[in-house]
C-alpha cells in the first residue's frame, strides 16, 4: 500500500482480500520474493487497520509466523525491510485518516508501529555475526518484553525471540 487508496468492500470481501494477501505473502516469501511479501503483507495489514481490532491481531499474527519463516532462513535483508514497512504502513494509514478514532484501533496502531519496528531490529541483529548481536538481541528484548506486558502475552514476542536463537545458543 505506497499510496492511500479508497475501496468500497463488503465485510466478507475485506476478509476474503486479507486472506489472499496473506497467501500471496507467504508464497511471496516462500519464493524468495521478498518485495512481493512486504508489499502483500502491507496491503492485508492497511485493510485489517481499518477494519477493527479482530483483524489487525489476525493479520499482525500472520505477519509474525512470515516474519518467524524469515528469521529462520537467515533472511536478513527482507526482515529489516519488512519491520520498516510495517511502520510505514500505519503511518500512512494514520495520515490519510483512515483508522477508526477509537482509543482500542489507536492503541492497536501502536502495537503495529512497535511490532515492526521489532522486525526490523531482529533484521538487523541477523546482519551481525552471532558473537556480536548481544546488544542488538538485548534491545529487541526489552522491546518484546514491553510489547507482551502492553498486549498480555497476545503475541508472546519474548519466547518468538528466544525461539529463533539470534545469539547462536
Not at 128 to 152: F, K
Amino acid at each position: 500500500m505506497n499510496d492511500s487508496q479508497t475501496v468500497d468492500l463488503t465485510l466478507q470481501e475485506a476478509a476474503d482480500l486479507i486472506r489472499s494477501e496473506l497467501a500471496a505473502a507467504s508464497k511471496a516469501f516462500q519464493a524468495a520474493e521478498a518485495e512481493g511479501g512486504m508489499a502483500a503483507c502491507t496491503c492485508a495489514l492497511g485493510l485489517a487497520l481499518q477494519l477493527g481490532p479482530e483483524p489487525t491481531r489476525q493479520v499482525l499474527l500472520s505477519i509474525l509466523e512470515e516474519a518467524q519463516t524469515l528469521a529462520r532462513q537467515d533472511a536478513a535483508h527482507a526482515l529489516s525491510s519488512l519491520g520498516p514497512a510495517i511502520v510505514r504502513l500505519v503511518g500512512q494509514v494514520r495520515d490519510a485518516q483512515a483508522l477508526p478514532g477509537d482509543a482500542a484501533m489507536i492503541a492497536w496502531a501502536s502495537v503495529g508501529e512497535e511490532l515492526g519496528t521489532l522486525l526490523g531490529q531482529v533484521g538487523l541483529a541477523l546482519t551481525i555475526a552471532p558473537e556480536g548481536r548481544s546488544g542488538m538481541v538485548a534491545a529487541a528484548m526489552t522491546r518484546a518484553e514491553g510489547l507482551d506486558e502492553a498486549t498480555s502475552s497476545i503475541f508472546d514476542l519474548h519466547g518468538w525471540l528466544e525461539s529463533l536463537e539470534l545469539n547462536g545458543t
